[in-house]
């Protein structure tokens, strides 16, 4: 199901989630909230209490984790640098409390924003590693400074006090965090939901894909991982109100444990998870401190972290998901029984489910199940395609004819492999050039050096007149320059027209902060509208709503030129759009790349359909061995000696009688 609910969508823009069942689940959070005080006992007081204080460094680690892909082990260091911050300048600085709590809350935001800078630039773990040395570094810093009180810490500061009360018992404490954890996982859910969330999610499933479509991966992950500490230095000033004494206990690598432990027992990518599993962690802590001792006897807290660490294994091996999939597996059981329920009474639905599973296709239109695989039905479709087709809005920066793309001198080695040679080539705006070449050519190194995805050794690439070599994709992308890819690279954590939607991402303005305020619900509509258009025109519309991995592999390729399209590219890289399509499928492509082509669009296409290429190409480039052998319109290039000897690698007489064959076989 995308996340794109466009009822909701119409109807609300603004702070509070724009989805029914999230609204309702926030609601059903905040009555409990109002009634736990009056209900648990003192000692669930106490845990319910720093449950909720430990829900905000778990919810900063769960959009760290589960939307940015980025493991920190050091989540603790944030947290005790928002304690300390806050506590030092209660108690050394006497400042108010939330003058102090702004303070604890920054500090935490900007030790992350120095550690992230050099560390998000490297691919890996190194995150996870420096996180774990911030960890210990914070640890030992203030258990041997002075100015932080050593091992005794920093004590004597006062309670909160809200208009003139004392928060002075748990049931007051409790409902002095309670907001902020609202508030909180409000902002992280409209996050996930939000442009940047779902490029963040798109980065997991291919940052390839992603940067190839303007995101900006380094920028993003940095800032997640900033907002990240922001949440835990916010948890650290309530424990250190809470506690009334901040140690060096707080920065100990078990509470990084701990709350790695909530994220993945809740659920990586599920922010409820996240509170649920400090809740859950917060429990079985409490019942681990009893337990442990009576097992072992004169056990102390560090043999606790054995049980935290027995539980995180169980939890992998046996839930990777954690409850949120266990919760999502029980919503799509009794969703698959009601649909079950009503196929029993509706005839038309019981006629849909023909195959008898009980599963009826979803958004299935004009009269095609969702599931078709390739070719199937596609025939009339691709006949229908050609009067009717909608072509895709194009970018047309510079006029027809002018390069828009100069590739000069471009070489790439792999020691001592010469994949691209010195290739030097201009294409002209409006047109399509066909870049073709037999097997390890170099046509696909070529299209990874002028779109940024690998550094040329050596030689130039200008797009629209800038410079773009060894730049980042999205360098390219935001500028207008989009690719497909010839290894798939789909986002597969969403649906296909999820995917299509992240091809508008250049064509968005929304940042981090206006998602989580849900300050761009009109966007996000707009660019869903757009995607929905887009397949239709690709006769994909009756898949939009199914998960993208499931697609057909024909579909998948036609999905991910859609998503290309989305971009409203102005020069658009295909790498073998055609393979694995059905002969139909191909011919809807074709048709539209000229339709393109006559609304002004620039296309390279990388194609081992030779037939294919010399039918729409305006122009042809021929490498062989990573060298450019001839360039210049279909006719001269098909008679060329030289490409018929490297296509066929025999003389040219008897190659061109075998390629005039191989053009009639296809
Ligand atoms: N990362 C790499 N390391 C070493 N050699 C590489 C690497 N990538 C590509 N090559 C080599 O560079 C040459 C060109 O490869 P490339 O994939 O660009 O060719 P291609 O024309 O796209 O081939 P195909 O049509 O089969 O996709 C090949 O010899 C390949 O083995």
Redesign the pocket.
Known sequence: MSYLNKAAMRSKTGFWPNNRGTILGVAAFAVVIAIIPFTASSSMMNIAVFSMIFALPAIGLSLLMGLAGQVSLGQAAFFAIGAYTHAILLQKFEMPGPVAAVGGVAAAMLAALLIGLPMLRLRGHYLALATLGLGFIVMIAVREWEFTGRTTGIYGYGRPEVFGIPIDNNGLFFWFVAPFVLIGLVLALNLTRSRAGRALSAVNDSELAAESLGVNTYALRVKVFTLSAGFAGLGGVFYAYQVQIVSPQVAEFHVSVELLLMVVLGGLGSVWGAVAGAFIVELLSEGLRDLIPAIIPGATGEVQLIGYGLVLILVIILLPGGLYQVVKSAWAAITRRRADASAKRSPVIAAADDDGSGEVPTRAFGGLPSETTAGDGLDEVADAAASDARIPTVSTPVAAGEPILEVSGLTKR?GG?V??DDVTLTVPAGQIMGLI?P????????FNMITGAIAPTSGTVRFLGEEIQGRKPHVGAEAGLTRTF?NLQVFSSTDVVGNVYMGRYRKGRAGILRGMFGLQGREQYAHEEIARDILDSMRLGDVAGLAAGDLPFGRQRMMEVCRALAAEPALLLLD?PMAGLSGSERELLAQLLRSLRDAGLTIVL?E?DVAQVMALADSVAV?DD?VLIAHGDPESVRNDPAVIVAYLGTDAEEAEAELKELEDQS
């Open positions: 792999y492999v994949a691209v070449g097997n390890g050519a170099g046509k696909t190194t070529c010839q073998e990388v081992h490498l990573g």
